[in-house]
């Protein structure tokens, strides 16, 4: 079991949202993932979450001298799959049954702080639908992202 897990197991009192304000406030440890690529930011609010990176060559780039496409997807899903974390009711669980991204411009350092919105669209009893978006520093959109989660008890 990771870190993570550990700080949410032991808040399963608190909903989704109550879970991720501990987050987000520095009260239970971030998610490993956060930590290994250097996440910056992490604002949750219901139904939404934004996460920022700034991009490294040295941390987040592939060989061809751009931001991985695993580092953006990432990210896109962090925001999407949050955001349904967000609106969970306590004792209640998810998992992202799909993510389809769509990149839309060469990311790079030149790129500056990455910013990622996510948001859920639908949320039914047993499926919810996100979005989330990725913006550089400019404001220009870079990728898209959405994803199908299933809720469980």
Known sequence: MTQ?????????????????????????????IAVTLGMDEFIVERGSVTVTLTPSRERHYNPIGSVHGGVISTLLDTAAACSVHSTLAEGEGYTSLDLTVKFLRTVTEESGQLRCVGRVIQRGRRTALAE????????????????SCMIFS
């Open 4 to 32: 993570t897990q550990d700080a949410v197991d032991a808040t399963p009192e608190l909903d989704g949202y109550a879970q991720l304000m501990l987050m987000a406030d520095g009260v239970i440890p971030p998610a490993p």
């Open 132 to 147: 989330a978006q990725l913006f550089d520093a400019a404001g220009k959109l870079v990728a898209h992202a959405t994803s």
